[in-house]
């Protein structure tokens, strides 16, 4: 049996090496308006990186172009006092979508916080796993299909279409995969990267990956599987992977980089927020509130945009279990007091408007 080496491909695997990444930056400040607490988009900007590759480059020149001619202090409604994060981030998408060039589709990815882009099988501490279970992977996997045949099938196959569609069913009952989730749909992706929001001073930045896929499938990381009864989710999610079981030298070293946009809700320190008259810790302080006003709103100002399309987190999980699980998160009492203001920021200003 041929093991998987995932110890060695963790400890290699940086996002900066793999992928060659044009990074957009949403800028958000707070605006404090009597009891309304609410998000102001400040601008946005495209970070000035080197990129190696040709269509990360052709992108990021006509992007800039079109950014500039994006206002978005303008008022889009009598309650706003700048573009809405939705019809930014969705902007933004659209404009990259019609720069793709022919030959090539569109994969989408949102995530909660601005941590590296891995698979769960990568991952350590408290959300990760340990090394032993990295070690003996292929075992357990083994393991697992040999108690329920009914439900997997072990494939010692790496990077197979075989083997990567049984993974997928250990995704999706819970398990740590070296599988990371792409969708064909963005309001899909935009429901994953608000979903689970929580403003933590760390890592407190949601964002939006754009992926460009070619159409010939001479895809590197990139592997599409069947849809089966025990993965249904793929199916609700117009889903595909990156299956980092496919990482190899070349990718690791640089030397063929992935080619992606990636668009970060961020926030910007408003004017009078460091002044020298603020003791040091109040200035952090202030800046921290800012910052939580600002992109929570922003965040719910898009779950409740989606929602209004129809887009919910539960039509994401068909499975039976799953649906309860999320019926039970959504309507669970167990949020701690000071929580409660994250959900209940002002959401008649939220939602007003476009």
Same mark, same amino acid.
């Given at each position: 049996?041929?093991?998987?080496?995932?110890?060695?491909?963790?400890?290699?695997?940086?996002?900066?090496?793999?992928?060659?990444?044009?990074?957009?930056?949403?800028?958000?400040?707070?605006?404090?308006?009597?009891?309304?607490?609410?998000?102001?988009?400040?601008?946005?900007?495209?970070?000035?990186?080197?990129?190696?590759?040709?269509?990360?480059?052709?992108?990021?020149?006509?992007?800039?172009?079109?950014?500039?001619?994006?206002?978005?202090?303008?008022?889009?409604?009598?309650?706003?006092?700048?573009?809405?994060?939705?019809?930014?981030?969705? @902007? !933004?998408?659209? /404009?990259?979508?019609?720069?793709?060039?022919? %030959? *090539?589709?569109?994969?989408? $990815? &949102?995530?909660?916080?601005?941590? @590296? !882009?891995?698979? /769960?099988?990568?991952?350590?501490?408290?959300? %990760? *796993?340990?090394?032993?279970? $990295? &070690?003996?992977?292929?075992?357990?996997?083994?393991?697992?299909?040999?108690?329920?045949?009914?439900?997997?099938? *072990?494939?010692?196959?790496?990077?197979?279409?075989?083997?990567?569609?049984?993974?997928?069913?250990?995704?999706?009952?819970?398990?740590?995969?070296?599988?990371?989730?792409?969708?064909?749909?963005?309001?899909?992706?935009?429901?994953?990267?608000?979903?689970?929001?929580?403003?933590?001073?760390?890592?407190?930045?949601?964002?939006?990956?754009?992926?460009?896929?070619?159409?010939?499938?001479?895809?590197?990381?990139?592997?599409?599987?069947?849809?089966?009864?025990?993965?249904?989710?793929?199916?609700?999610?117009?889903?595909?992977?990156?299956?980092?079981?496919?990482?190899?030298?070349?990718?690791?070293?640089?030397?063929?980089?992935?080619?992606?946009?990636?668009?970060?809700?961020?926030?910007?320190?408003?004017?009078?927020?460091?002044?020298?008259?603020?003791?040091?810790?109040?200035?952090?302080?202030?800046?921290?509130?800012?910052?939580?006003?600002?992109?929570?709103?922003?965040?719910?100002?898009?779950?409740?945009?989606?929602?209004?399309?129809?887009?919910?987190?539960?039509?994401?999980?068909?499975?039976?279990?799953?649906?309860?699980?999320?019926?039970?998160?959504?309507?669970?009492?167990?949020?701690?007091?000071?929580?409660?203001?994250?959900?209940?920021?002002?959401?008649?200003?939220?939602?007003?408007?476009?």
């Amino acid at each position: 049996m041929v093991v998987a080496d995932y110890r060695s491909k963790m400890i290699n695997y940086h996002e900066k090496d793999v992928f060659d990444t044009l990074n957009v930056n949403i800028n958000l400040t707070a605006s404090f308006d009597g009891d309304n607490k609410i998000y102001i988009i400040e601008k946005i900007d495209v970070k000035n990186d080197e990129h190696t590759d040709g269509i990360v480059k052709k992108i990021e020149e006509k992007l800039k172009k079109t950014i500039l001619d994006i206002d978005t202090r303008s008022f889009q409604s009598h309650v706003r006092k700048s573009w809405s994060s939705f019809y930014t981030l969705k @902007e !933004l998408i659209d /404009t990259i979508c019609e720069l793709t060039p022919e %030959g *090539y589709i569109n994969y989408y $990815r &949102g995530q909660s916080g601005d941590w @590296e !882009l891995k698979p /769960t099988l990568f991952r350590t501490g408290e959300t %990760g *796993y340990s090394e032993e279970f $990295r &070690g003996n992977y292929d075992k357990i996997f083994q393991s697992i299909a040999q108690k329920f045949p009914d439900e997997i099938k *072990y494939c010692p196959d790496q990077g197979s279409d075989d083997r990567a569609s049984n993974l997928a069913v250990l995704q999706h009952y819970g398990l740590g995969t070296p599988l990371v989730d792409i969708t064909q749909n963005p309001f899909i992706a935009m429901l994953f990267m608000v979903g689970d929001y929580k403003f933590v001073n760390k890592h407190s930045a949601p964002r939006f990956d754009v992926f460009f896929v070619k159409e010939n499938n001479k895809n590197t990381l990139f592997q599409e599987v069947s849809t089966s009864h025990y993965n249904q989710r793929i199916s609700a999610q117009k889903g595909a992977f990156l299956n980092f079981e496919k990482l190899n030298d070349d990718l690791m070293h640089g030397d063929e980089k992935i080619s992606k946009v990636t668009i970060n809700l961020i926030y910007n320190v408003t004017p009078g927020e460091d002044d020298d008259w603020l003791p040091p810790d109040d200035a952090k302080t202030t800046q921290t509130n800012g910052a939580k006003v600002a992109l929570t709103s922003a965040v719910k100002d898009i779950e409740q945009k989606l929602k209004s399309f129809h887009y919910v987190s539960t039509d994401l999980f068909p499975d039976f279990y799953k649906y309860l699980e999320m019926l039970k998160k959504k309507h669970s009492n167990s949020l701690n007091a000071e929580d409660v203001p994250w959900y209940q920021i002002n959401n008649e200003i939220i939602s007003a408007g476009t």
